[in-house]
């Protein structure tokens, strides 16, 4: 299966706590590749809090979102995973699991209150937490002489869509190039004609960037 060019995550494993209506709730949120992975931190969670009330759980997997999967866990039927579910979908995460662990506080919240509490629980901890988007990019190694570099760096600086991860400074100047693969053939031909041809390039990998997403 193809990678997606980007997606977006959680910024980082973590845990984030808020009270409602004397109940606590503690949303665990956690990066995954499989469901296995996703299983085991549930019952992770389930071992290290055995003595609350409840704990759902909701995982998105793969790309497309080809995996949904959530649990009220005790709660009524549709007050707590589906709900939870909801807002990864909502927030575009994939390859992420949420435990919202509660320990009663002695006030019943009803159907209606339980969803925005379990929902709420997640939305709060997405936001402490916050968001990355992974972007599939191309490194493109790029040798020039000292007296290009300056026309280089600023032809970088013009071109927010490229970005400098490394430099080398030796006999010659090797710089390290991250772009979008579909932009890295362009990019390629400008650095070319910008130089007039005194440039060495050679293609490398492609690997996964992380940049800070604020939601518009």
Known sequence: MSQKDEYLTIARNGLVEIEIKKSRFLTHLKRVKTEEEAKDFINEIKKEHWRSNHNCSAFILGQNMEIQRSSDDGEPS?????PML?????????????????????????AGGLIRAYSGSVSHAIEGIGLVKSLLQREVEVVVDYTNVGKLQNF??????YTIKDTVYEEFVTFFLL??????INMQENLINLLNGK?????????RTEVPYKKP
């Open 78 to 82: 549709g007050t707590a995973g589906v």
């Open 86 to 110: 909801e807002v990864l979908k909502k927030n575009n995460l994939i390859d992420v699991v949420v435990v919202v662990t509660r320990y009663f506080g002695g006030v019943k919240l009803g």
């Open 156 to 161: 970088i600086e013009k071109n927010p869509q």
């Open 179 to 184: 772009t979008e693969e579909k932009e890295s």
């Open 199 to 207: 440039i060495k390039i050679t293609e490398k990998e492609l690997s």
